[in-house]
């Protein structure tokens, strides 16, 4: 696995080296993608605001574009399905298995498989990344990369589910290129490069609404953050291919989804407080989708994509089924995702751009988490690597046949 690191060390070198000598040549224009990933963004959710006009600019894209499920892998968590959709293998062939990996916390050096962002900087796309869950430390690209979920740092010392700030980051680097990190310091601020960890209960006993109100309030301010970052490296720096990741929805469902006394772990003292935290998130995501869309002409393409959705408990489980396994034990989880059969957390995905169909719902589980980097490769004219197991959602385009990347 260090080999094929330094492979594509090597190659982004050699990259670097044929952008200069080819700059007098008239290259053609890239397409321009920007994949939005939303982690845990869940239907059941969405879809009584999309009803109420509560989602306008979700709304906007799903009408101009294709939008349904996206079947996830079995027992899915962040790292384990985001690294099966950089590099469309299943997490045994890739490594990252998991939050934690042999008892060591995922990290990019484990990658067994080329993900999509070392394919695309070997041909000549430029790539931007932010806040993608399972990219630290940073890998050098074609472009830039701030890393996201699992990076680790100050009170973050595992990486594990919580929030080091960018100055604090500790054991690599969160930004490539280094030159990157004090221009961001200086113009976007001190960041938060995850969510909040979620309270134990201990803390929550007596205080709830008092922990649940700051809690919120600071993952308000970390996406407050992260849109300012969004909004800057896509004015910035812009790139022909951006992939830029939230994480505080999953966060909040886990421990604040609106379930009713019927539920598993309903506990009135902590349900009662914030009945729509949840449900608000994705308001808050719309405001922040409708920064990203001021990036977004007509040829430019958007996916929308989760890794999993989120549903109360509904499994036995051996261990406390109100505690969580990966995200800080104590919390008094009434929502997950890492079932045993994946398909009862499916993803999503919204997708529109030039030559994509528009108001078009995928139905069933048409598309999976595998067929992101194909289809991404398809934009690009990049033949699909031959350990790659998904396909290229042809049906989401007019003209499938067509080389898409070709037609402008
Ligand atoms: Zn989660």
């Not at 906007?60 to 939008?67: E, L, N, P, S």
């Not at 997490?91 to 695309?120: D, Q, R, Y």
């Not at 719309?286 to 958007?302: A, M, Q, S």
């Not at 048409?366 to 396909?391: C, F, N, W």
Request: hydrophobic share 40%.
């Amino acid at each position: 696995m260090v080999s094929r690191r330094l492979i594509a060390v090597f190659g982004v070198l050699l990259l670097c080296v044929s952008v200069l000598t080819a700059q007098t040549s008239t290259a053609k224009p890239k397409p321009h993608v920007i994949v939005v990933g939303v982690n845990g963004m869940e239907w059941d959710m969405l879809r009584p605001l999309l009803l109420k006009g509560d989602l306008p600019n979700l709304a906007k894209v799903i009408d101009q574009g294709v939008h349904g499920k996206l079947r996830t892998v079995s027992m899915p968590n962040c790292p384990r399905v985001y690294s099966t959709m950089f590099t469309s293998t299943n997490p045994e062939e890739h490594g990252v298995t998991g939050f934690l990996v042999g008892g060591v916390t995922a990290n990019t050096n484990m990658l067994k498989e080329e993900p999509i962002w070392s394919i695309l900087s070997k041909n000549n796309v430029t790539v931007g990344m932010a806040n993608v869950p399972a990219t630290f430390p940073v890998m050098p690209v074609n472009g830039y990369m701030i890393s996201g979920m699992l990076t680790r740092g100050k009170n973050c010392e595992d990486g594990v589910l919580c929030a080091p700030k960018l100055s604090e980051v500790e054991g690599g680097d969160a930004v490539y290129p280094k030159s990157l990190q004090p221009e961001l310091l200086s113009n976007v601020g001190d960041f938060y490069i995850d969510c909040e960890r979620m309270p134990a209960a201990a803390d929550l006993k007596g205080h709830e609404a008092d922990v649940i109100n700051t809690w919120l309030a600071k993952v308000q301010l970390i996406r407050d953050q992260q849109t300012k970052l969004f909004d800057y490296l896509l004015s910035n720096h812009p790139t022909d291919f951006t992939f830029m990741v939230q994480s505080c929805e999953d966060r909040t469902g886990h421990w604040l989804y609106p379930i009713t006394p019927f539920n598993v772990g309903y506990n009135p003292a902590i349900s009662s407080v914030r009945q729509s935290a949840f449900p608000d998130q994705y308001i808050g995501f719309d405001k922040v989708l409708g920064t990203i869309l001021k990036h977004v002409d007509e040829n430019t393409y958007l996916f929308i994509v989760s890794d999993h959705g989120i549903k109360p408990l509904r499994e036995f489980e051996e261990t406390d089924p109100h505690a969580h396994m990966d995200h800080e034990k104590t919390t008094p989880v009434i929502a997950k995702h890492d079932f045993a059969d994946g398909d009862d957390v499916p993803g999503s995905i919204i997708a529109m751009g030039p030559g994509i169909k528009h108001d078009m719902r995928l139905m069933g589980f048409e598309a999976s988490v595998y067929d992101v980097a194909p289809t991404i490769l398809h934009i690009y004219s990049i033949e699909q690597p031959k350990q790659m197991r998904g396909h290229v959602l042809t049906q989401i385009f007019e003209e499938p046949e067509k080389k898409v990347a070709l037609k402008k």
